[in-house]
């Protein structure tokens, strides 16, 4: 069977790396109301550029209509996305839509988003996974400067974000020698990082987690984890507890190193207020994560997985 690699065209890591990038004047950055309080904005030390700071988390399409109708008119170059997730899923999709470069920068080590062709935005209020070769960055910068300070829920929302993809991707049915070396890597670093406390690795692990699940597919944690991330739970807080009992249900080699990495993060429970019938009928729909599963899974299977998330002692 034939196998394709896909990555950006240029990938940037290391310390101080953003500091010393060269990056071009007329840009537009796109970002979260926060960067310029945390001196995010100032570090990157941008010349005549535009800015959009008000992504919110698990944005949705119409945001990214909203920036295209307020800049369209504007003269720039080149997007600039910069912060967690849901900062770079934007900017991705604003870049390919109006077909300009792309520079990402993430400040929160989970998503992977910054070297995938993914991009996860809401229509109609649910979460949606687009999929294109034209949403890859043209340039991801990843530098550990922003883990500095950052808040350890934070922390451990995007660490376990990237051990989830990275361990589904492993076990995925899309998946090949080299993603599988790929997620192995990752999740090894990962996992070395949050159990040691040494929080500045997680950088260099998601990035390569990215590398890995962006050229396979994440599975059955994923498809799970959205009907919490729909009623508000944090995509990487759903994920401990989504991908834990996937990985049970899966026999992944991974279940049970990853299992003690939520227990060490000490995630609180999460509950969903939505019918678990309703739920579960939502989740089957999801089939560009539930068709690479490894086990094929029934609506039965998925309702008594979700009783299982809402139980204290799942973990």
């Not at 994440?218 to 919490?228: K, M, P, Q, R």
């Not at 990495?261 to 939505?274: A, Q």
């Amino acid at each position: 069977m034939m196998n394709t690699i896909k990555q950006p065209k240029e990938i940037i890591f290391g310390s101080n790396s953003v500091n010393d990038y060269d990056f071009p004047k007329k840009s537009l950055l796109i970002t979260s109301k926060g960067s310029k309080k945390r001196g995010f904005v100032e570090y990157l030390n941008l010349k005549d550029f535009l800015i959009f700071e008000k992504v919110e988390n698990n944005p949705s399409l119409d945001i990214v209509n909203h920036i295209i109708n307020e800049f369209r008119n504007s003269n720039f170059s080149t997007i600039i996305g910069l912060g967690g997730g849901s900062s770079l899923d934007v900017a991705k999709f604003v870049g390919y839509k109006l077909k300009k470069k792309k520079i990402l920068i993430p400040t929160t080590f989970g998503s992977g988003s910054e070297v995938t062709r993914i991009s996860v935005l809401k229509v109609n209020d649910k979460k949606t996974s687009f999929h294109n070769d034209e949403l890859l960055a043209d340039v991801s910068i990843i530098d550990p400067f922003f883990i500095k300070n950052a808040p350890l829920k934070v922390i451990k929302n995007s660490a376990i974000d990237a051990c989830a993809q990275c361990t589904e991707a492993f076990d995925s049915k899309l998946s090949n020698n080299y993603t599988k070396f790929l997620c192995k890597k990752a999740f090894d670093i990962l996992e070395k990082a949050l159990l040691g406390e040494k929080y500045e690795d997680l950088a260099y692990g998601a990035m390569i987690s990215g590398l890995g699940f962006g050229n396979s597919s994440t599975t059955l944690g994923h498809a799970l984890s959205y009907v919490f991330s729909n009623e508000g739970v944090s995509h990487g807080h759903a994920l401990a507890f989504t991908t834990t009992v996937a990985h049970k249900f899966n026999n992944s080699e991974y279940y049970e190193r990853f299992k003690n990495l939520v227990k060490k993060l000490e995630f609180t429970s999460i509950h969903l207020r939505e019918n678990l019938n309703d739920a579960a009928e939502l989740i089957l729909t999801d089939k560009k994560h539930l068709d690479y599963n490894p086990k094929p899974i029934s609506k039965k299977n998925i309702i008594e997985l979700l009783e299982l998330i809402q139980k204290k002692s799942m973990v």
